[in-house]
């Protein structure tokens, strides 16, 4: 066999060079939260791997971070999860039953009803932020789970998702469920979501990631600590480590590790699931 | 719409109801607010507002500090979309060479997606730090005193950097996957006729990506226009100052730390206007990418 | 001049999977050789690694006389028609033509010229600027043709270039193909799972089937002296009949009767062609006929002989209908293959 061309060890030195970019902060994290807080100030970040991750895990996780004492590790993680599944669950929801709505009915005003969904693509949050913030004031519905996470729906990725999947799937299967008497309601759940499966899962990846790491809407509606989520929580946790004379980095590094390690894992584990969806999700 | 849809009326409309309201609610009317805010005065101590037409929208232009921050966006939209686009395709393209380990590589390169932009600066904020950071202490190795949020461009650097390490997984992926959906015998008959390696990638793997490439500077200026506000806010620890901000930062700055509500609005629309040119070009572009099959 | 020397080429894949085994033939200048055999044959496998694309693991390939194990395949002085034409889709029709010898350091007006010329041998005058996905399949059929007459290379590699055009056009661009190579005069491989193609074209034929050689002859000598009862069945169209038969001190009988002599004893396999049955009152085989197909210029007739399958070709003048059905055959017209390996005898 021949020997390994030049070209091919260039190859491989390049994309180890990108993976350590890619990598080397996270374990540079990891590191800091091994070693004790006091010695991380003189020294820094470095090759040793220390003992204390046990104490400052139990400190980030059941010791509240805060001034309320509200907000521990733990809270934080549970708001997480409740923001990124319930995001994922409402945008494919109110998204399949949109697209169902407009691609399988003979609707007058169907044409009227998708370019008004399909502006809310046109400009993200940022650029309406306070004026939102003020509906959901007005609303009641600052610090609560509903107002960080339907305003976020307010968007038709998913609509637009399912839409052109559905626009996909043959003709022929809504003839031939028609002919066996399926009406549209037996047709959608007995056929079609069955079909969009893969779709959901993808869907599902791509949004959990996203409603996670919100963090400029959280950060803006949830003043009381124990509706922070990890994400929003690393605000406080800068702000916190500014002001401290032994910044705690080992207990704030690892809250910053558990606010990443879970989207990640879900896209680490679901890799093709995911990419299909972010490949296939551009309009 | 399918030839054979459904023909009842109320149930396609009460799938609809749930959508439509939230965005009626959480979309058109703050956006209609932001609008009529825009044009108005609000008074500090909130006796209501003034009419003043345009009058937010000229001292914005007229402002120093608006034209800084804009200029600054601009820079930073530039140098972030360039640099993750370059070394995102470098490597997609190595990965697509690549036979073996080419899985592992790729779950290495993308990973990265699934972090939080405020944990990008928080990461850049650690890597910076004044006393002891790993960064800091390099530069410090060619006699650079890098000071992040004090001195202006070191801080841009560090926002610039956290920004790219963040976008590059999104572009590695689709650039990827569009090297990926170039068919293997166009490559092969492409090794027949070209024995040169760059040559075969500038005459026929690189306009087969192009398609890919503008969609991407679309989402990649959207993304530094918008989604590193995350960063933005972590690496100036959450105290803007004389540091350098992004135009959406600005928004959130002047509206909930100045309450100037009027002004911000004005922001608001500006940025309205600019994503609207943005995604109508993102949609026109769309359409060339079907030319090709 | 051998333009094409196969030395033991051999392919294994890292899993182990030996997809062609140590296999050796050579192909003298001019000569229009099809590779046929069905799906997984390594057909596909042996003309990518003449071309260049696949590794050979072991074993010597030679293009015009020159060792080209090593060789990148832009330096083998080939030229390849892909199944599904490979166009580049962002360059027109000229752009397409000329792009291999753009990069060959020849200059444009003889670039334009010798594209001038292929354009006209295949009728692309009209389409020259626009792009492939602007062209029908035949069209573009024609234009992967042209990209690789304008090279002039010392090999042309076919790679199942008429399998995605319907029947029609297939048939048309078969005997262009023809016409083409033979006014050429450039080698050419020519890769296929149909074997109307392989009858038609080949000046001779390579049968394959799970990576080895079965058999290679020129199209008569396939058809009519099968080296084995894959090549048997596989070439020709309804395949050949493939009958038990036993030996009885030297004649060979098919269910009692005798229908020629052999030297071998014991069971053997009798294959006899559907056109060398005869319909024949007193003839000595007994047949049920179950089907009569009309096609016209003949008929074939479906039926059983002793519960085995047998199809019997007849001209259009002949009388047939269902039922009993007595047949003949002359005995040169048997050929007796071993009932094991089913090898020719």
């Known amino acids: 066999m021949r020997k390994p061309k030049i070209s091919t060890v260039v190859d491989h030195a390049v994309l180890i060079a990108g993976s350590l970019f890619m990598i080397l902060p996270l374990l540079m994290l990891l590191q800091m939260t091994t070693i004790p807080d006091t010695e991380l100030i003189r020294t820094g970040p470095s090759l040793t791997i220390g003992d204390q991750f046990d104490d400052n895990f139990n400190k980030a996780m059941f010791e509240a971070s805060g001034f309320s004492g509200e907000n521990t590790g733990l809270s934080m993680l549970k708001n997480s999860f409740i923001l990124g599944i319930g995001f994922a669950l409402g945008k494919i929801v109110i998204g399949m039953l949109a697209a169902y709505a407009i691609v399988y009915f003979r609707l007058r005003f169907a044409t009227f009803a998708f370019w008004l969904i399909f502006t809310t693509l046109l400009l993200p949050l940022e650029v309406r932020i306070l004026p939102s913030y003020e509906v959901v004031q007005w609303l009641g519905m600052l610090n609560t789970y509903q107002g960080l996470i339907i305003p976020l729906i307010a968007s038709a990725t998913a609509t637009f998702f399912f839409r052109q999947f559905f626009r996909s799937v043959p003709e022929e299967l809504v003839e031939a469920a028609r002919i066996d008497g399926a009406g549209p309601v037996k047709f959608f759940i007995d056929i079609l979501v069955p079909l969009s499966q893969t779709m959901i899962a993808a869907m599902f990846i791509i949004m959990f990631v996203y409603g996670w790491n919100q963090y400029l809407w959280p950060t803006i509606i949830t003043t009381d600590e124990d509706m922070y989520t990890l994400v929003r929580g690393i605000k406080q946790i800068v702000q916190v480590l500014e002001g401290a004379v032994v910044p705690e980095f080992g207990r704030s590094n690892v809250l910053a590790l558990v606010a990443v390690i879970p989207p990640v894992l879900v896209v680490v584990f679901f890799q093709s699931w995911f990419v299909k969806g972010l490949t296939e999700s551009d309009k | ?293 | 001049m051998k333009q094409v020397q196969l030395n033991n080429i051999r392919k294994t894949y890292p899993n182990g999977f030996e997809a062609l085994h140590p296999t050796s033939f050579d192909i003298a200048q001019g000569e229009f050789c099809v590779l046929v055999g069905p799906s997984g044959c390594g057909k596909s496998t042996l003309l990518r690694m003449v071309a260049g694309l696949e590794d050979i693991t072991s074993g010597e390939l030679q293009i015009a006389e020159r060792v080209v194990n090593d060789v990148d395949p832009a330096d083998r002085d080939i030229a390849m028609v892909f199944q599904n034409y490979a166009l580049y889709p962002h360059m027109t029709v000229r752009k397409n033509i000329g792009y291999g010898l753009k990069n060959r350091g020849i200059s444009k007006e003889d670039i334009a010229a010798k594209v001038d010329e292929a354009t006209a041998m295949l009728n692309l005058g009209d389409y020259l600027d626009r792009k492939p996905s602007q062209l029908s399949g035949g069209q573009r059929q024609r234009v992967a043709m042209g990209r690789a007459i304008v090279r002039d290379p010392a090999l042309f590699l076919f790679d199942e270039p008429l399998s995605n055009l319907d029947a029609k056009l297939r048939n048309q661009m078969r005997i262009e193909i023809k016409a083409l190579q033979r006014r050429l005069g450039v080698t050419s491989i020519y890769v296929t799972h149909d074997q109307v193609e392989a009858m038609t074209m080949a000046d001779r034929i390579i049968v394959m089937n799970a990576g080895r050689i079965e058999q290679i002859g020129t199209p008569a000598e396939v058809y009519h002296n099968p080296a084995s009862t894959f090549v048997a069945s596989f070439m020709g169209a309804p395949p050949m009949n493939l009958l038990s038969a036993t030996v009885v001190d030297g004649a060979v009988k098919l269910v009692d009767q005798v229908i020629c002599k052999t030297q071998s004893q014991g069971r053997v396999t009798a294959g006899i062609r559907p056109e060398a049955f005869t319909l024949d009152a007193n003839g000595p085989l007994a047949m049920e006929v179950q089907i009569v197909e009309e096609l016209g210029a003949h008929r074939l007739l479906h039926g059983t002989m002793n519960g085995e399958t047998v199809t019997v070709l007849v001209d259009n003048d002949v009388m047939a209908q269902t039922g009993p059905q007595r047949l003949s055959v002359k005995p040169d017209a048997v050929c007796l293959f071993n009932v094991t390996d089913g090898q020719r005898l």
């Open chain 2, 1 to 293: 719409m399918k030839r054979s849809g459904f023909t009842s009326v109320s149930l396609p409309v009460m799938l609809l109801l749930p959508q439509l309201v939230i965005i009626a609610v959480f979309f058109y009317w703050p956006t209609v607010v932001a609008l009529q805010s825009s044009f108005y005065l609000q008074d500090p101590f909130g006796f209501g507002s003034t009419f003043v037409g345009l009058q937010n929208y000229v001292d914005l232009f007229s402002s120093r500090e608006y034209r800084k921050i804009a200029g600054f966006t601009v820079i930073f939209s530039a140098l972030v979309t360039f640099f993750s686009l370059g070394i995102a395709l470098v490597l997609a393209v190595k990965a697509d060479k690549v036979l073996r380990g080419a899985k592992t590589y790729r779950t290495l390169l993308m990973w990265v997606y699934a972090v939080a932009p405020p944990v990008a600066g928080f990461i850049a904020v650690i890597m910076f730090n004044q006393s002891w950071g790993p960064l800091t202490q390099f530069f410090g190795l060619f006699g650079y005193d890098y000071k992040v949020g004090v001195n202006y461009n070191d801080t841009a650097f560090s926002m610039v950097l956290a920004s790219v390490w963040k976008q590059v997984p999104v572009n590695f992926i689709f650039f990827l996957s569009g090297l990926q959906s170039i068919p293997r015998s166009v490559r092969e008959a492409a090794l027949i006729d070209n024995r040169s390696a760059s040559g075969r990638f500038w005459d026929v793997t690189f306009p087969l990506l192009a398609p890919t490439g503008f969609f991407l500077l679309i989402i990649n200026i959207t993304y530094s226009l918008f989604d590193t506000f995350g960063i933005v806010d972590t690496v100036v620890k959450g105290e803007p100052g004389n540091n350098p901000m992004t135009l959406v930062y600005k928004v959130y700055v002047d509206g909930f730390r100045g309450n100037d509500l009027g002004g911000s609005s004005a922001q608001s629309v500006i940025l309205m206007v600019l994503v609207l040119a943005l995604t109508v070009f993102q949609f026109r572009l769309i359409e060339r990418r079907i030319h090709y099959t």
